[in-house]
């Protein structure tokens, strides 16, 4: 039977990690990721934890070390956060051509300069092309049952592609919560052993990733596209798969909270979202129609259940701690790419709030909300985004 | 042909990818000046240069006009052409 622990987030996830018998961990301290591997290194020299376990000097080789592993066979994971995931990236996009499927988990952290440890959603949104599959999570709950499903998820035959669970730094990896965790016997009935259709193997040499003329790239390219797109069926399934061993629901590819009937919907992702079920609460009690999409999937994007929860709402307004230089927020240009234009559709604003670990509270949400209605009211004026909480005076 | 998932192809097989058409010079052997003292075959990094019958042959199926057996050849019986296609 599960058990009840009041543990650091950061040790949720290495007790999740160990539970999916990794045969391969790379490590490359940054903050505040740290944590994870240090208590991993902690668990292999005890004794309990039976993986190669690789010191590395970059977070390239940390990266290319679990690529190796992987393709050799061995269920392989590493985590990282901030400029460490940057570095990783290229290593990150062959991954995905060569369609290996280990998990990282993206401890989610500024990016310099000026250099900030805190958070916000810059890193890994900036890895969102790349391939990779994104789950960001709420609690350290979310994140221990996440990173249980992430390997099922990227093993799957039909997806084969390495996943990402995406975790706030400090508020998730070094606060204290209550996490139930799974026995062990549960974990390995729900997760196999890795079976790759492919692994290197010197009694039968194979090439990986040679060179692709232009006749043929597309279809490869297309052929990751085909993943994700399947993906989204497939991580419902094993999400459901896993809930129904836990008993904990944390929603499919999305959360839908309070949505009936709701006329301003807040999208966001990550620790924030459990600010926002709060600030939703009271604004509930107070007979303000207001609900919240969760986004848990982010990579691949799941726009046709984003639509099913906010086709009913006059506005949409989205709270992310990225943004995209020269445009406007990510999730913002998602949802507009993906929601404008249909009949009916809600008027979707873009909030970019949090950034640097700038503190997102319930004031800051009623804020957004407030925004939102006057935006209904035409009283506010159009722009690609709006910066909460900006100081332009200090701005030179 | 089927591509293959992430790329991985069974080795040996490299005699089905024709790459030939990188190549934008060909080299031309002269075999009247040709001394058949095989630089060329020993220095072709894709082992493209063949003897067939005691003739060096060119295998333009993989040739990916490099030019290192024209630079090499002592008996300068190799020219470079541009590559009409």
Not at chain 1, 81 to 109: C, D
Not at chain 1, 138 to 148: L, M, W
């Amino acid at each position: 039977m599960s058990y009840v622990k009041v543990v650091e987030g950061s040790e949720a996830v290495a007790f999740a990690v160990k539970a999916c018998r990794p045969q391969v961990i790379s490590a490359y301290p940054i903050s505040p990721q740290t944590h994870i591997v240090e208590r991993l290194a902690q668990m292999r020299a005890d004794g309990e934890l039976d993986a190669e376990y690789v010191r590395v000097e970059s977070e390239f080789s940390a990266a290319s070390v679990i690529s190796g592993g992987s393709a050799a066979g061995s269920r392989s994971y590493t985590a990282s956060s901030s400029q460490g995931l940057l570095l990783m990236t290229e290593v990150l996009y062959a991954s995905v051509g060569l369609r290996l499927p280990f998990v990282i988990t993206g401890v989610n952290r500024a990016i310099s300069a000026p250099i900030s440890i805190q958070v916000d959603h810059q890193d890994t949104m900036s890895l969102r092309d790349s391939g990779v599959i994104q789950i960001y999570v709420e609690s350290s709950q979310e994140a221990y049952d996440t990173h249980i499903a992430s390997f099922k998820i990227a093993e799957d035959p039909g997806i084969l592609l390495p996943v990402m669970v995406c975790m706030d730094g400090w508020i998730l990896t070094h606060s204290y919560e209550r996490v139930s965790f799974m026995e062990q016997a549960e974990v390995d009935r729900f997760l196999p052993p890795f079976k790759p259709p492919n692994f290197l193997d010197e009694k039968n040499p194979k090439t990986w990733g040679s060179y692709a003329e232009d006749n043929v790239l597309m279809e490869f390219k297309y052929s990751i596209q085909k993943a994700m797109l399947y993906g989204k069926r497939r991580i419902k399934e094993i999400f459901s798969e896993l809930s129904k061993i836990t008993g904990r629901d944390h929603g499919g590819l999305i959360e839908a909270y309070r949505t009936e009937g709701a006329e301003v919907i807040l999208v966001a992702l990550g620790s924030m979202a459990g600010t926002i079920k709060d600030a939703v609460d009271r604004l509930r009690s107070e007979g303000k129609p207001v609900g919240l999409v969760k986004i848990r999937c982010y990579r691949p994007f799941p726009h046709e259940d984003i639509w099913e929860a906010i086709k009913g709402a006059r506005v949409v307004a989205v709270m992310e701690a990225d943004f995209s230089m020269g445009s406007e927020g990510a999730v913002g240009m998602d949802l507009k790419a993906k929601v404008c234009g249909r009949p009916g559709a809600p008027l979707v604003l873009d909030f970019i709030t949090g950034l640097g670990g700038r503190e997102v509270n319930q004031q800051t949400v009623e804020e957004v909300v407030a925004e939102a209605q006057k935006a209904l009211n035409k009283e506010l004026p159009p722009a690609e985004s709006y910066w909460v909480g900006l100081d332009p005076s200090i701005i030179p | 042909m089927k591509i293959t998932v992430g790329a991985v192809v069974q080795g040996k097989s490299s005699l089905a990818y024709k790459t030939g058409n990188w190549r934008d010079q060909k080299p031309v052997l002269d075999i009247d000046r040709c001394k058949t003292c095989g630089q060329c075959e020993e220095v072709c990094p894709d082992n493209a240069v063949h003897v067939i019958d005691e003739v060096y042959v060119i295998d333009y199926d993989f040739c990916k006009g490099c030019g290192l057996c024209a630079y090499e050849c002592p008996a300068q019986a190799i020219e470079m052409v541009k590559e009409e296609k």
